[in-house]
């Protein structure tokens, strides 16, 4: 009979959340982007949450690097950070421009519930171990490599929305998260319990913000005051 400790980490964490990634498939965000349906102005509004996530996320990336074991994966999560200001920004700017969007700093502030998952992921990173940490970070590359490759044999008839499936159902998005997927499974298996119960808790936590985003992009939130 297989042990909690014996199975897994990465089937325990994806068991976990699979019913929240079932929802987020059916999004009528994501539903829109490939049938083409989603307008303008809601994919636009999640460009800019995006970019002001993607700063968070680079921060919360980095103070993981700092805590991290080995310097093989300070190093890893060292230049994802950079990459994810250098390369997805970039993305994102081509994107905002297409658009005909300014500066998202200009455009909008963050959200209610982009504050709240930067916020969580930021608190986790600097106040956890480095294996909530890792955790609390997992959904956001692992959900999007695999939305996008849900989504990939549909594409999308809107060309740009067909480049947002495409940069995340590719192969060169795999490369990142693969990484990260091996090491959460290494260090899963030194792990207590009692810990992998706690990323567990992180990793559901962070599946739940991910389509909290989608949705708040969908509706066009705002802060009620």
């Not at 950070?81 to 455009?107: C, K, M, T, W, Y």
């Not at 990484?179 to 030194?190: F, I, N, Q």
Request: with cysteine; charged share 15%; hydrophobic share 40%.
């Amino acid at each position: 009979m297989t042990t909690a400790t014996e199975e897994h980490l990465t089937d325990q964490l994806w068991a976990g959340s699979q019913h929240i990634y079932r929802q987020i498939l059916v999004h009528p965000f994501l539903e829109g982007l490939t049938s083409g349906s989603l307008d303008g102005e809601r994919f636009g509004f999640y460009v800019v949450q995006d970019a002001h996530y993607l700063r968070a996320y680079a921060r919360a990336l980095s103070v993981l690097a700092a805590h991290a074991p080995d310097t093989a994966t300070t190093s890893m999560f060292s230049t994802h950070a950079a990459n994810v200001i250098a390369v997805e920004q970039a993305l994102h700017e081509s994107f905002l421009q297409q658009l005909g969007l300014a500066d998202p700093r200009r455009q909008a502030p963050p959200t209610p519930t982009t504050v709240a998952y930067t916020s969580y992921l930021l608190a986790t990173t600097h106040g956890g171990s480095f294996a909530e940490g890792l955790a609390a970070v997992l959904p956001c590359y692992w959900i999007y490599w695999e939305v996008g490759k849900a989504l990939a044999s549909r594409s999308s008839p809107n060309p740009l929305y067909a480049r947002w499936i495409e940069t995340y159902g590719g192969e060169a998005f795999g490369t990142i998260v693969r990484p990260v997927l091996a090491l959460t499974e290494r260090l899963g298996a030194g792990e207590a319990p009692s810990t992998r119960e706690r990323m567990g808790e992180h990793s559901i936590t962070a599946a739940r913000y991910e389509w909290m985003f989608w949705d708040a992009a969908y509706r066009l939130e705002t802060w009620p005051l």
